[in-house]
């Protein structure tokens, strides 16, 4: 087998960017973000379409992941999932395993409800090894619970891997670089770099053609298909915080979730992950809300939520949640919503003859390589053309 020709890495404006000349494309796919979606299609296509050729292109630097996935670790779980998408959901973890090997860690996953439902167990039962996790809960709130198979990873590690994979293989990478898509397969390259006075500008524009663009851009995706090629999609996106709690957690303490929200043990203590309950509207800017009428930095939603759960969760009470002060003090960022809804699963939609859309969204932690595999194997069986 001969091995590939690695990918060239433009990191930087101080490298002159010689993508090809026309009038032949010099790429056939152009992947528009580095996240872990558009990263693993990149991976992917090197295994089910090798000869063509790929350029990823990245606003920023790797790993790519906004702050509600690069702070939070991913949640590989069957728990919130139809049994028809668990066969996706095994293949994924299995690729998981190959790319992350042990940064792929087993971990207990505990639903945790007021009520017996089938297959649940004593909630003190089941945390018997776990008193640090006991002592979050008011075990009379939730007697009872669930216990699921569950791995945590780094999102932004996944992203890493299989972009340098998808290199080694013969993909292109462009950091630092803002892609505008245009109808008829064109897209404009701004390079950017940082000037003295820490102003990011563009240093040179590049324009480039090619059969197929792929919009991987997370939340923004959507809004980019309207506004640059304008197609309408029916996908949205909603502002998703993910508070501290500094309650201690051990290595090997369970996910717990709770009414819609989630508690990821991480450096010793917990991440929050709260509900999503609908999609912000076009335009929205986030705002926090007044907790005995002192203003925080957490969103009103989120907020009213963790006040509601703080009797059957009284760690929630305590000083060990950070509240923040303004609404940069929480890490947070843009989730997109697949068919504008929180449940969505990742998906790929083929928008014109040129473009697809590929998004990962609330499941993506459980689905998204799947999805990225899917659309790849539809570009190999030409139907993405």
Known sequence: MTTPTPGRVWAHVGQPFTPGSDPQPAYDVLILGAGRMGSALALALTERAPHLKTLLIEEGGLPNEDGATILAPGVWTLAHLPAAQHDAARWTLNRLRTLLGDDLQARPYLTLHAEPAPGTQPTRDLLAAHPQSLALLDPGAFPHATAHEAHTYRPGTLAQVAAQTAIR????????????????????????????????????????????????????????????????????????????????????????????????????????????????????????????????????????????????????????????????????????????????????????????????????????????????REIAGGRGQ
């Open 169 to 376: 293989r013969g993909t292109d990478l462009l950091l630092n670089t803002r892609a505008t898509p245009h109808p008829g397969g064109r897209v404009t390259l701004d390079r950017l770099t940082v000037t003295n006075t820490h102003a990011i500008v563009t240093h040179e524009t590049h324009t480039l053609h090619a059969p197929l663009v792929i919009l991987a851009t997370g939340a923004h995706a959507p809004t980019q298909a309207e506004h640059h090629l304008g197609l309408h999609t029916r996908h949205a996106r909603a502002y998703r915080q993910t508070p501290h709690l500094g309650a201690p957690s051990t290595p090997d303490a369970p996910v717990l979730h709770a009414h819609g929200l989630t508690l990821r043990p991480q450096h010793g203590a917990y991440t929050l992950i709260p509900t999503i309950h609908h999609r912000d509207p076009h335009g929205y800017t986030p705002q926090g809300g007044h907790l005995t009428g002192v203003p925080t930095g957490l969103r009103r939603e989120t907020l009213e939520d963790l006040v509601g759960l703080m009797d059957a969760l009284p760690t929630l009470a305590t000083s060990d949640l950070h509240l923040g002060r303004s609404l940069a003090d929480i890490p947070g960022a843009w989730l997109a919503l697949p068919h504008g809804h929180p449940d969505a699963t990742p998906t790929h939609q083929r928008l014109d003859d040129h473009t697809h859309l590929l998004l990962g969204g609330p499941h993506a932690d459980t689905l998204g390589l799947w999805t990225a595999d899917a659309l790849a």
